[in-house]
């Protein structure tokens, strides 16, 4: 469904706009990707106002999509699964934040922020062997992760030691640890050590990380 909704819409692009043919099945699986980047990223923020909470689903998309986007991690094989599995963590997430509010468990937070920044640091960014990088672009991604999970590690780390602890610094740490998470399930014993040959037009997401892959899809 969603291929065909891409196809469709790549080929009114193609109407107005005068494009390379060579190029049209790379527009449609950028479009594509956009959809479906944002279909999870709506449904996430549907969630949260139906838990009467949206400003833990924005905080999850900031903390959660842009590590994911310079880290990398785990994606799923199919849209359908990418859509179940964004969601389910988003769920995962308000659950954990939950249940360390009502049992008090603060004293957990710094040994997650800094597992989860230690994973983060040295996994990243995990390279996806369907949609490799550049080794420039893998050194940058690499700097820009290791520098947002600094500052947010920092944050957490800050107000944890000042005894401040409102909902959203947990969501915030919460959504840290199922970035590391991701990253953890696709190690099986090694990582992938594979170049890009080449790059090519792609959704924003696609461009500034250098990567053919939305931050849930693969």
């Known amino acids: 469904m969603l291929e065909n909704i891409a196809s469709r819409l790549t080929d009114q692009l193609y109407l107005h706009c005068p494009l390379d043919q060579r190029k049209k099945v790379i527009y449609t699986y950028g479009i594509q990707l956009s959809l479906s980047t944002l279909a999870s990223m709506c449904s996430i923020v549907l969630l949260g106002i139906l838990l009467g909470d949206a400003p833990s689903a924005f905080l999850f998309l900031g903390v959660f999509f842009f590590l994911r986007l310079f880290g990398g991690g785990y994606h799923a094989p199919t849209y359908a699964r990418c859509f179940l599995l964004t969601n389910s963590v988003y769920l995962a997430v308000v659950g954990a934040s939950y249940w360390i509010v009502r049992f008090q468990l603060y004293h957990l937070l710094p040994v997650i922020v800094v597992a989860s920044c230690v994973v983060v640091m040295v996994l990243s960014p995990i390279r996806n062997k369907r949609h490799p990088l550049f080794e420039k672009t893998y050194r940058k991604n690499r700097k820009i992760a290791v520098v ?69 899809y693969q």
């Open 148 to 216: 947002l999970v600094s500052i947010e590690s920092s944050l957490f780390l800050l107000l944890f030691f000042w005894r401040i602890f409102p909902p959203y610094v947990i969501v915030s740490t919460m959504s840290l640890a199922a970035v590391a998470v991701m990253m953890l399930v696709t190690l099986n014993g090694r990582r992938v050590k594979q170049l890009c040959p080449a790059q090519f037009s792609a959704p924003f997401f696609v461009r500034i990380s250098g990567s053919a892959a939305s931050p849930f």
